[in-house]
C-alpha cells in the first residue's frame, strides 16, 4: 500500500479524534493552551496581531523571528506560543485569536487536503496555495526545512540490522515505538508504518518531553523514536536516521500560515518572507540547540539570529 491510500487512512483516523480541551463553540485559547500561550496582549483582529506557535521548541522560535521582524515594520505584535497541536491552532487561526502561525508544507498539506497527488517541495508549496480555503493564506517557503524522522540508536540500528522503515518489521512486534501524541493517528505514523511498512509496534508510548524521550531511547526503554531532523539530540546522542524510501513521510518546507485577510498587508508580507528568505535549515538547528541545550529561551535566539541577518 503506497502513500496516497494511507492518506484516506489517516484523514479518517483524524476524522475521529477529538480536539485537544476543545468544545466546537470554545476559543482555543481558552482552555486548549499552556499557561505560556496566554501571554499575549491581543486577541481578534481589533488588538494587536498576534503570532502563534505550536507546543514545541522550533515553532515557537520560527513564531518570534516572525513577531520581531513583523514588529521592525512598525506594526504592533504580539506572540501566543505553546498553543498545541494542529488541530488547536487551525482554529485559533480560524477564529482570529491568532492571525499567523509557522507551519511545514507536507503535514500541512495532507492535512487540509489528504488526497492531493503533490509531491516535491514545489508542488506542495503550490497545492496549499490552492487548498488553503477562503480563510487562510500562506507566504513564501523557505529554503529551510524540518523533517519528522524516525531513529534508533547506533548500537540497536548495528545489532538488528536497522537503517531503513522497510526494516521496522524485523523488530516492531517486540518493540515500542515513542513519539508525541498527536503521532498515533496520523498518516505518517503507526497507521502509515503498518500500511505502507508492514511494521506494527508491540507499543505505542506518548513523549511531550525530549529529554524523556531521549532518555528512554538511549537507554532501551524503547527501541524506534520520532524526532524532527533539527532536533540537535540527534547528533549529539549519534542517533541512526531510518530511511523513508516509500516516501511515506512528505518535505517539510517552513512556511507561515496566516489568516487570508492578512496576505495583502504589505508591512506584514514583506517582514514575514524576508525570514523565509534568509532561513536555512542550518538555522533551525542551531537555534533549537540554544534554546534545548544552552538554555536561552526563544525570543533570544530569535532576535540574535534577525539581528545578525539585518531583519531587526
Not at 17 to 27: E, F, I, K, R, Y
Not at 110 to 131: F, K, R, S
Not at 153 to 180: F, N, Q, V, W
Request: charged share 25%; hydrophobic share 40%.
Amino acid at each position: 500500500m503506497k502513500r496516497r491510500t494511507l492518506l484516506l487512512l489517516g484523514a479518517a483516523a483524524a476524522a475521529s479524534v477529538p480536539l485537544s480541551a476543545c468544545g466546537a463553540n470554545q476559543n482555543p485559547l481558552d482552555s486548549g493552551a499552556t499557561p505560556d500561550a496566554q501571554t499575549g496582549n491581543g486577541g481578534g483582529s481589533s488588538g494587536p496581531l498576534v503570532v502563534g506557535s505550536a507546543n514545541f521548541t522550533e515553532s515557537m522560535v520560527i513564531a518570534e523571528l516572525y513577531a520581531q521582524a513583523i514588529r521592525a515594520k512598525g506594526v504592533e505584535v504580539s506572540t501566543r506560543h505553546g498553543i498545541g497541536s494542529r488541530e488547536v491552532y487551525l482554529r485559533a487561526l480560524r477564529d482570529g485569536s491568532i492571525q499567523i502561525v509557522p507551519e511545514y508544507g507536507g503535514n500541512l498539506l495532507q492535512y487540509l487536503d489528504d488526497e492531493n497527488p503533490a509531491g516535491t517541495t514545489e508542488e506542495i508549496a503550490q497545492a496549499l496555495g490552492e487548498v488553503a480555503g477562503p480563510d487562510l493564506a500562506v507566504l513564501d517557503p523557505a529554503s529551510a526545512a524540518n523533517q519528522d524522522v524516525y531513529c534508533v540508536t547506533r548500537a540497536y540500528s548495528e545489532e538488528h540490522g536497522i537503517t531503513s522503515l522497510a526494516d521496522l518489521p524485523k523488530i516492531a512486534d517486540d518493540a515500542i515505538l515513542g513519539g508525541p501524541a498527536e503521532l498515533k493517528d496520523r498518516p505518517y505514523g503507526p497507521p502509515g508504518l503498518e500500511a505502507i511498512y508492514r511494521a506494527t509496534f508491540r507499543e505505542f508510548r506518548t513523549y511531550d518531553a525530549l529529554a524523556v524521550k531521549v532518555r528512554d531511547l538511549t537507554s532501551g526503554t524503547i527501541q524506534v523514536a520520532t524526532f524532527f531532523t533539527t532536533d540537535s539530540a540527534i547528533g549529539e546522542n549519534d542517533l541512526v536516521m531510518l530511511e523513508d524510501p516509500e516516501v511515506m513521510i512528505l518535505p517539510q518546507p517552513v512556511i507561515p500560515l496566516l489568516r487570508a485577510d492578512l496576505k495583502d498587508d504589505s508591512a506584514v508580507a514583506e517582514a514575514v518572507n524576508a525570514v523565509q528568505a534568509e532561513l536555512q535549515t542550518e538555522d533551525l538547528t542551531a537555534m533549537n540547540r540554544e534554546v534545548d541545550v544552552e538554555r536561552r529561551n526563544p525570543e533570544e535566539a530569535a532576535e540574535a539570529w534577525l539581528t545578525e541577518k539585518g531583519l531587526v
